[in-house]
């Protein structure tokens, strides 16, 4: 929608790679690269031509946003919009907050409008409480690990 709409020049995918053991199973390198192509090829589809796909491999939010930072620096861009899932969207802004330098890139978050989590009816489905219980743990997490990107 961005770059039809003109906002965006391009889009910038992640090279997904290898995902710790989580308790559901995690994802297999294989399942990843099917994930990576799908999304590829459903840009294709929708007649998205200026894809570009950052190299590093990356597992997760904790890698994906310096691997991000980086490429922008290596390419020149100043800017970028980052969309995500809207109930990420709150941990991404802090693991940016801890990553950005003085490079002067950018970043802006944007929760999808295609997010399956509505933050305004997250508690009356399954998979709203569910999808909330598991970011908010994450975002417990990663307030303890480094507290100073939460009060600063």
């Known amino acids: 929608d961005l770059v039809k ?10 090279t997904l790679g ?4 989580e308790p559901n199973g995690g994802a ?18 929708l007649d998205v031509t200026t894809v570009e796909r950052i190299p590093t491999p990356v597992s997760g939010t904790t890698d994906s946003i310096p691997a991000l930072l980086r490429w922008c620096r290596q390419h020149q ?6 969309v995500t899932n809207a109930d990420h969207s709150r941990r991404v802004q802090h693991v940016i907050a ?5 490079s002067g890139v950018k970043v802006y978050v944007r929760p ?3 997010s399956e989590f509505n933050p305004d009816s997250w508690w009356t489905t399954r998979g709203g409480i ?9 975002l417990v997490i990663d307030g303890a690990t480094h507290p100073l990107s939460y009060v600063m």
Do not use: C, H, M, W
Request: aromatic share 8%; glycine share 6%.
């Open 5 to 14: 709409r003109g906002i965006a020049s391009r889009v910038l995918i992640f």
């Open 18 to 21: 290898n995902r710790a053991t």
């Open 28 to 45: 297999s390198p294989v399942g990843l690269g099917r994930r990576t192509e799908r999304v590829l090829s459903a840009l294709r589809a």
């Open 77 to 82: 861009v100043r800017s970028v919009i980052l």
């Open 98 to 102: 801890r990553n950005v330098d003085e």
């Open 112 to 114: 999808s409008p295609y």
């Open 130 to 138: 569910v999808r909330f219980a598991q970011e908010f743990s994450k």
